[in-house]
């Protein structure tokens, strides 16, 4: 399933009127036009609403009212006027639309009910002591949907896989830390929590999240890029619609070519992003420390006199912005999101080092980047993995979605 952007109203102020059985179909695009608002500013006053979709008034207000009779929004009737004339209501989602989230990982696999509007209402995690097997992350799910969603009814379950994922089947094809090769992840899950399933890949969860939600917030391109445990995942999107090619296996940028004389790379290649990029190598350069002293460590090494130490980070830095001027001409984005240890880099180290990589992209392209770090937190893959099921729900508000 691909990602739809989001519906425009089809019945804007000014156009002319609609007859006979369009107009099923041009409430039904006003709804999705006016919940889409709710989703992204959740709070919104009717005001805001009327004048993001380019509806009247009295639509908007009509369709408020039929969003909730549904009980998928609310109005704050008390909301302060702040000024002259009446007050115009907040329109609020409220929590009946409910999507429980997934994601596995070699530790742990983590669970999420996620609403309207981002808003992550639970959370729990069920540990593996070794990575999980498929077997191993079913029995989990079940686990996370009883402890999360005993009762009540579910839109769907969106899963950020750690991994290459079929879009269109829910198939992933290879998840190398998991060890998974071939897994029908979706169609497994959805027998098992007997529930609309839909599997993406992290980072493209990760770039949907921070585009819609997070530090990409407003930027018409933005490219996501983590560094984790297990490598440097990228994705990137417009306007919270992915854009990674024709299955979805584009935004693979850390296994870009950085150094031609460089390590081999799990993928087959050489001199990868990931593979001078890493989080290991960093934190054997800083001693040894636990992944979890990272940041702070790096803010002491970067505070004393050069050291052996400060030299990899550079390194680091250095061939981050080799990529990064690739992204940059390649994919024009306003935002490059940092994640993990790479955002940890740039808050202890600054920018510098790729700056002067940037500045050697090609003019235009370079002249809106800029690179921001991650803003979601713990939250990001859990409402980057809601939106695979919210999508549909924005699209036709008043679906039942089975
Ligand atoms: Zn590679």
Redesign the pocket.
């Known amino acids: 399933m691909t990602p739809r952007p989001p519906t425009p109203p089809a019945h804007p102020a000014g156009a002319p009127d609609p007859s006979g059985s369009d107009r099923d179909d041009l409430r039904r695009r006003n709804l999705a036009a006016v919940l889409h608002a709710v989703h992204l500013r959740d709070g919104s006053t009717r005001a805001d609403l009327t004048r993001e979709t380019g509806l009247h008034r009295s639509t908007v207000r009509a369709l408020v009212a039929e969003l909730v009779r549904a009980g998928i929004v609310t109005e704050d009737l008390a909301a302060p006027s702040g000024g002259v004339g009446r007050p115009s209501p907040r329109v609020h989602a409220t929590d009946a639309t409910r999507v429980l989230t997934l994601h596995p990982e070699l530790d742990a696999t983590h669970g999420a009910l996620v609403g309207l509007g981002g808003r992550v209402l639970a959370r729990a995690r069920v540990p593996h002591d070794a990575p999980p097997t498929p077997d191993d992350a079913l029995a989990a799910a079940r686990e996370l949907r009883d402890r999360l969603a005993p009762t009540g009814p579910l839109r769907g379950v969106g899963v950020a896989a750690p991994g290459l994922v079929d879009r269109r089947t829910g198939n992933v094809v290879v998840a190398p830390h998991l060890g998974w090769r071939d897994v029908p992840l979706g169609p497994l899950l959805a027998a098992a929590l007997d529930a609309p399933v839909t599997v993406d890949n992290d980072a493209n969860c990760g770039v949907v999240a921070e585009a819609l939600f997070g530090a990409g917030r407003g930027a018409r391109a933005v490219v996501y890029l983590n560094g984790g445990a297990s490598g440097i995942g990228g994705s990137a999107a417009d306007g919270g619609v992915l854009t990674v090619g024709a299955h979805g296996f584009g935004g693979e940028i850390?296994?870009t070519l950085v150094r031609s004389d460089g390590h081999p790379?799990?993928?087959?290649?050489d001199g990868?992003l990931?593979?001078e990029v890493s989080r290991a190598r960093l934190l054997a350069a800083l001693g040894d420390v636990p992944a979890s002293e990272l940041e702070p460590t790096l803010a002491r090494v970067v505070a004393a006199r050069p050291s052996t130490a400060l030299a990899e980070i550079d390194r680091q830095l250095g061939y981050l912005g080799v990529a990064l001027r690739t992204v940059v001409n390649v994919l024009n984005p306003e935002r490059i999101v940092l994640g993990g240890f790479l955002a940890a880099l740039v808050r202890t180290r600054g920018t510098a080092a790729l700056d002067a990589h940037l500045a050697r992209a090609l003019p235009g392209a370079r002249d809106d980047a800029r690179v921001v770090t991650a803003a979601l937190g713990a939250d990001l893959l859990a409402v980057g993995a809601a939106q695979l099921v919210l999508r549909d729900v924005l699209a036709d508000p008043l679906s039942t979605g089975r």
Request: glycine residues 20%.
């Open positions: 850390g296994h790379c799990h993928c087959g290649a990868c990931e593979t």
